[in-house]
């Protein structure tokens, strides 16, 4: 009887998901409008909207680095209509740095995708007088405490990429988490943090317009939208430096595994499209759209990459 109760359930899940989507899908993004992650967000939803003939609404919903949003997807519906474009911060990196939640990640939320990857950009506001990322480790050696960088978050990739830049070069910088990446580089723009630390998304544009400067990235290899500027791990001393802000898709635990699978494959059709990669790479991001088996893998990885980072160079999420 419940090998006949499980397989209709597994027929009934196939059906649903064939049928899928039948109304609007919620797109839930746990930053401010903006920043790195509901640019992308943005991007796919649109495209899906067009390719699957339903709406896919982006709601932002800020707070707690994106744990608010994120708690409200774990304990909602799991049927399908619902997921959030989440950073790490939210699920693997915060969970290891003890950032705060109202749910458990690995059990809560089920894998979808991971839609694509960023480098983190190293920013600074042309009052310093600073060029180079040279001369801000020289500037933060000698005067610590002076400069204050901001990110998107506590228990962020970011913030794991401040702290262990601090670590190896032996320098004090003040750490100021904000609500999302857009107000951090509101400030940033405006001087109130000397440095920023963010995704590539949201600088770009103003780097280009000579209103802030890119001085690195935190990939281990130069980013194909700023080859110019240098990455991290080409520094003495830094070899095996990298940090990046991945955007992945999530969902309610319970949601039928049908479902996740049409999801991840119609959001990985989306990223292949040449004019979709070629916008977002133009952002920053590297497109991916892995498959739930290998987004799985991916963030087994991160898990135990920064669980490794946080027990090394002792870093927390602040309260």
Same mark, same amino acid.
């Given at each position: 009887m419940r090998m006949l109760l499980a397989a209709a359930l597994v027929i009934c899940s196939s059906a649903f998901a064939q049928t899928w989507p039948a109304k609007p899908v919620r797109v839930i993004v746990g930053y401010p409008a903006g920043g790195g992650h509901d640019f992308t967000a943005r991007v796919v939803a649109t495209r899906l909207s067009e390719v699957l003939k339903q709406q896919f609404v982006v709601e932002n919903r800020p707070g707690a680095s994106?744990?608010?949003?994120? &708690?409200?997807?774990?304990?909602?519906?799991?049927?399908?209509?619902?997921?959030?474009?989440?950073s790490p911060a939210e699920t693997v990196v915060g969970a290891v740095a003890g950032l705060r939640m109202a749910y458990d990640w690995e059990k809560d939320l089920a894998a979808v995708t991971v839609i694509g990857d960023t480098a983190l950009a190293i920013a600074v506001h042309p009052?310093?007088?600073?060029?180079? /990322?040279?001369?801000?480790?020289?500037?933060?050696?000698?005067?610590?405490?002076?400069? *204050?960088?901001?990110?998107?978050? *506590?228990? *962020?990739?970011?913030? =794991?990429?401040?702290?262990?830049?601090?670590?190896?070069?032996?320098?004090?910088?003040? +750490?100021?988490?904000? !609500?999302?990446?857009?107000?951090?580089?509101? &400030?940033?723009?405006?001087?109130?943090?000397?440095?920023? /630390?963010?995704?590539?998304?949201?600088?770009?544009?103003? +780097?280009?317009?000579?209103? /802030? !400067?890119?001085?690195a990235v935190t990939s281990e290899k130069r980013a194909a939208a700023t080859p110019d500027i240098p990455a991290m791990a080409e520094l003495p001393? =830094?070899?095996?430096?990298?940090?990046?802000?991945?955007?992945g898709v999530f969902m309610a635990a319970a949601t039928p595994r049908p479902i996740i699978e049409r999801i991840a494959a119609e959001i990985g059709q989306v990223v292949r499209e040449p004019a979709v990669r070629e916008r977002l790479i133009a952002?920053?991001?590297?497109?991916?759209?892995?498959?739930?088996?290998?987004?799985?893998? =991916?963030?087994?990885?991160?898990?135990?990459?920064?669980?490794?980072?946080a027990k090394a160079r002792n870093i927390k999420a602040e309260d």
């Open positions: 994106g744990t608010i949003a994120t &708690d409200g997807i774990a304990k909602g519906p799991a049927d399908g209509y619902s997921f959030i474009v989440a009052k310093t007088g600073i060029n180079s /990322i040279r001369e801000l480790l020289d500037f933060a050696k000698k005067n610590p405490g002076k400069l *204050s960088y901001g990110t998107p978050g *506590s228990g *962020s990739s970011q913030h =794991f990429a401040g702290e262990s830049l601090k670590t190896l070069a032996g320098a004090f910088i003040v +750490h100021i988490p904000y !609500r999302g990446a857009a107000p951090a580089v509101t &400030d940033l723009l405006g001087g109130q943090v000397e440095v920023g /630390i963010v995704g590539m998304p949201p600088v770009i544009g103003p +780097h280009k317009a000579g209103k /802030i !400067r890119i001085v001393g =830094f070899q095996g430096y990298s940090f990046t802000n991945w955007t952002a920053g991001v590297e497109p991916l759209g892995l498959t739930t088996a290998d987004a799985m893998k =991916f963030f087994e990885r991160e898990k135990a990459t920064y669980a490794r980072l």
